[in-house]
Every structure is written in structure tokens, then in C-alpha cells.
């Protein structure tokens, strides 16, 4: 079983619409999660992190899980600019820097 | 800011040959890592330095890859001999604290492709 798992997509949504992306996480250990952006060809970027009581920033809203080890992105009101790969990522200890990159779901906004 | 700067940017060898792929962090940084994406796989940690020391290398594949960090500002990841397999997006980042405390920054990476 992977240690971040994510459905790869891609979704096909129209501008304006409401998408939300999953992720489970295998380790129940794991201390810090973030979503990250990845635009076609280019390097990750961090998009947010992701807290217990769940976080937003403007037309994103990022939950967590732990019971379930589950974590979700949503994302309303799409724009075509949201056209990109969404990778959750976790944060095993503190006491390292190694983060477990999920394959990534990919998003295409249609105008 | 300069961000992370990687070079070269696209390398194409034969198999067998010597690749040396560049990094120099965001100034200031105080850890570094190499990390490699490919559609197989996804993205992962092969090593990273904390003050230009290797903490963890368990992600490296082979005793055919190896990293150095001679001084604060450059990094280097070396495959000899490469193999058709080692084609990848080689990316390198930085951050000025372990992840948790700061965020890592991405350098726009390397494409190596083996023939």
C-alpha cells in the first residue's frame, strides 16, 4: 500500500464549478500535511497547509482527518488558472525533513 | 530573489556515461534537498544536508548515485554510470528550517533522459 494516496484524475470541471480532491495517508504517525501545486512541466509549489481544525484561503479549503487518515482539498468557484496537479503531501516527524509526495490528482478547468 | 537554480536545465547522455546535475539553494537556506519525479513513481526524496552534512540518504537507489555539498551555496548529485531507468525530473529545493517550520522551495529541475 502507498503511503499517500491519491486519485489521479484527471477532473474535467467547468469554470466556476466546486471540486473537492481526497488523499488517505497510511502512517498514523504522520505529524504535518500540506497540499502542494504542480503546473505542467514545471517544479511543486506549496499551495497550503493543512491543519486539524481544517484552513482556508480564499477559494480553498483544506480539511483533515486523523481518525480516518484522510485528507481533502476543496475548491470552489474554479477558474481556468486552477488548471494544474494537486499533490498531498505528509509530514512524517518533525524530526526529519522527509516528505511523502502523493502521485498527484490532476485538475483541467474547461471555460 | 534568485530562488533555486539548477543546471543545466535538460541533459541528454547514452547510457553509461557520467551526469552531474547542479544546485545552488536560496541563500540563507540551512537545508537542501534532492529529490526525483517520474510518472511511475511520483516524487521522491533521494537525500537531503542539513549545514552542507548529509542527515538522510536512505532514498538514494544505488551506490551509483551520490550527492555532495562541498559549501553552503552548491550541491551536486552524480550518476555513474547512468541507465535508461535513471530518466527523471531531478529537482532540487531548499528551506531555511526543517519542514513543519519552513516552507521547502523548489529549483525548476533538471529533465534527464538516458539513452
Known sequence: ?111 | DAGVIQSPRHEVTEMGQEVTLRCKPISGHDYLFWYRQTMMRGLELLIYFNNNVPIDDSGMPEDRFSAKMPNASFSTLKIQPSEPRDSAVYFCASSLGLVGEDTQYFGPGTRLTVL
Open chain 1, 1 to 111: 500500500r502507498k503511503e499517500v494516496e491519491q486519485d489521479p484524475g484527471p477532473f474535467n470541471v467547468p469554470e466556476g464549478a466546486t471540486v473537492a480532491f481526497n488523499c488517505t495517508y497510511s502512517n498514523s504517525a504522520s505529524q504535518s500535511f500540506f497540499w502542494y501545486r504542480q503546473d505542467c512541466r514545471k517544479e511543486p509549489k506549496l499551495l497550503m497547509s493543512v491543519y486539524s481544525s481544517g484552513n482556508e484561503d480564499g477559494r480553498f479549503t483544506a480539511q483533515l482527518n486523523r481518525a480516518s487518515q484522510y485528507i481533502s482539498l476543496l475548491i470552489r468557484d474554479s477558474k481556468l488558472s486552477d488548471s494544474a496537479t494537486y499533490l498531498c503531501v505528509v509530514l512524517l516527524s518533525s524530526n526529519t525533513g522527509k516528505l511523502i509526495f502523493g502521485q498527484g490528482t490532476t485538475l483541467q478547468v474547461k471555460p
